[in-house]
C-alpha cells in the first residue's frame, strides 16, 4: 500500500461515479449550489448513475452524502427509477429476438 | 405540519418544464416581480427531462417553423446569456424520404421553409451517405438537410432558465401540487396547493402532459391529450453521426449525444392517450429492428437505459398559446406535441410580452384556440 491516508484526500479527488467520473466535490455541489434533493434529480442534471452501471455503484453512495449533508434519515431517501434493461445488452439481441426460441 | 403557506403572487406558473421556466425567466427580466412556479416533481422531471432533446426548424407549418428559427437564434448565444454549458450542438437534421408522395410533401415543405428564411435543401441519398458514411440508404429516394438543426441537453438547458430566473427573484415550489383554482366571476383568485394558498389573478398553464387536467380545474376542455412516447440509449461510442436522423417511413429518429450514446425513439400510431410513461419491450424491439437497418454497425453497441415521457399532442400538432375560456388571465402554453422544448424560447418572449405589455402577436394570434373553431386546420404532418 502506498502512502495515502484517505481522511485528507480533497473531494476532487474521490470517484463516486465512475462511469461518468463523478467526485465527491461534484456531488455535494449539486446539492449545496444547485439545490438538488435526491438521488435522482442528481442522477438527472450530473448524469451519476446514467453510465454502464446505471447507478448500481453510484447510487447508495449518493444516497449516503444526500442524507448527511442535508441531515435527512438514509432510509427516507429513494433510489432513482429504475431502468430496464437490468444490464447492458447489445442492440442486435433485442432487433434479433424471436421470443426466447433458439436463443445462442 | 406546521403553518402552511399563503403567499400573494403577481402569476402563478403551472410546471417547472421547458415552457415554465422560459417563461419565468422571460417575465422576471422584463421587470415582472413576485413570480412563482409551482411543480408537482421538480425541475424538467416530466417530458422536458425525458424529450430526445432535438432542436428543429424543419417543420410543415409557418408557425411552427418560424418558432423554431428563432428559438435556434437564441439558443445559438444561449450557453453565454445564462451562463451554463447546455450541450447545444449544430450538428443538423437529415430527415429521410422512402416514396414518392414523402418527396413530394419534402419538396412543398422545403419551399415553405425557405420562404421563411431556413437554409435546407433537398438531397440526394448518396449526398446524404456523405453528412453520415455509415447511413445505410438504400430504399432512401432522397433527403433534406438542415445543417443549423441540432440538439441540447434539456436537463441543462431547463437548469440553465430556471437557475436564471432564481437570481432574477423567481420563486419555485417543488413537491407542490396544485388542487384547485379558486375564481370569482371571470377573475382568478388564488391557486390552492397540497402546501397551502397563493393569492393571484393570473394563472399560467405550463403543465404538459396534465395541461388538459388544470384547464378542467376552470371547467374548461381544450383539446390536448397526452400520448406515451418512448426512448432508449446506449452506452457511449465514438463519434459517427452529426445530425439527428429522422424516417417518418419508419417512424423513428436517431441521434448521438454529445457524450457518444446513441438515442433513438419512436412514434407509435396506434399508443392510446395515457399518462403511462413506462418502457415497453415491444418498443425496444422494434426501434432497434428499424435502426440497425439504417445503421448496421451498431449491432454490437450495447442499450443502457430506456424510458418514456409524454407528448401533449393538439389536432393540428401545434401549440396553444393565449387565454381560454372566459378568463382573460388563465394563459395557455400548451399542446406542443413533442416538439415543445425547441419552441420554448421564443415563444416565451411571446408569451411574457403579451403578459406584461398586452401585445397579442401575429403567431399567439395564430395559435389562439379559437383556430380550432375553423373547419379547415393546418396541421404539421412533419411529426414522429
Known sequence: MGGINIMELDDRDIIICRCEDGTLADVKDAIHRLGLRSVEEIKRVKRFGMGHCQGKTCGKIIAQIISQELGIPYEDIKPATPRQPAKNIRLDKFANYNGGKNED | ?384
Request: hydrophobic share 40%; glycine share 8%.
Open chain 2, 1 to 384: 405540519m406546521g403553518v402552511k403557506m399563503k403567499i400573494n403572487a403577481s402569476c402563478v406558473i403551472i410546471g417547472a418544464g421547458i415552457n415554465g421556466c422560459t417563461l419565468a425567466y422571460e417575465l422576471a427580466l422584463n421587470g415582472m416581480k413576485d413570480i412563482v412556479v409551482v411543480e408537482k416533481n421538480f425541475i424538467a422531471s416530466g417530458a422536458t427531462g425525458r424529450c430526445g432533446g432535438g432542436i428543429r426548424q424543419q417543420w410543415s407549418t409557418p408557425m411552427n417553423i418560424k418558432f423554431a428559427v428563432e428559438s435556434v437564434h437564441i439558443f445559438e448565444k444561449l450557453d453565454e446569456m445564462l451562463n451554463y454549458k447546455t450541450e447545444y450542438f449544430q450538428g443538423g437534421y437529415l430527415i429521410l424520404a422512402y416514396t414518392d408522395e414523402e418527396v413530394n410533401q419534402f419538396e412543398k415543405n422545403v419551399r415553405l421553409q425557405k420562404s421563411l428564411g431556413l437554409e435546407v435543401d433537398i438531397i440526394s441519398a448518396e449526398q446524404a451517405k456523405k453528412i453520415v458514411p455509415r447511413l445505410n440508404v438504400d430504399g432512401v429516394k432522397a433527403a433534406t438537410y438542415c445543417a443549423t438543426d441540432g440538439h441540447a441537453n434539456p436537463f441543462y438547458v431547463t437548469q440553465a432558465y430556471a437557475q436564471k430566473a432564481k437570481e432574477l427573484g423567481v420563486k419555485f415550489l417543488l413537491d407542490t401540487e396544485v388542487h384547485s383554482i379558486v375564481t370569482e366571476g371571470n377573475n382568478i383568485k388564488s391557486v390552492t396547493t397540497n402546501k397551502g394558498n397563493i393569492n393571484t389573478d393570473t394563472v399560467i398553464n405550463a403543465s404538459g402532459g396534465y395541461a388538459h387536467l388544470i384547464a378542467k380545474m376552470l371547467n374548461i376542455d381544450i383539446p390536448v391529450k397526452p400520448y406515451r412516447h418512448e426512448i432508449l440509449v446506449t452506452e457511449p461510442v465514438n463519434r459517427i453521426i452529426d445530425p439527428m436522423i429522422i424516417s417518418f417511413y419508419h417512424s423513428i429518429y436517431f441521434r448521438q449525444e454529445l457524450n457518444g450514446g446513441i438515442l433513438m425513439g419512436q412514434g407509435d400510431p396506434n399508443e392510446p392517450s395515457s399518462f403511462n410513461v413506462e418502457g415497453s419491450f415491444p418498443f425496444v424491439q422494434e426501434v432497434t429492428s428499424k435502426v440497425l437497418k439504417l445503421m448496421p454497425c451498431l449491432k454490437n453497441v450495447a442499450m443502457v437505459r430506456q424510458w418514456a415521457g409524454l407528448y401533449s399532442v393538439t389536432p393540428d400538432a401545434q401549440p396553444i398559446l393565449g387565454p381560454v375560456g372566459d378568463f382573460e388571465k388563465f394563459i395557455q402554453v400548451v399542446g406542443f406535441s413533442g416538439h415543445g422544448f425547441m419552441l420554448a424560447p421564443r415563444v416565451a418572449q411571446h408569451l411574457s410580452n403579451y403578459i406584461i405589455n398586452g401585445n397579442t402577436s401575429y403567431e399567439m394570434k395564430e395559435l389562439s384556440i379559437k383556430r380550432f373553431e375553423n373547419a379547415q386546420l393546418n396541421v404539421d404532418v412533419n411529426v414522429v
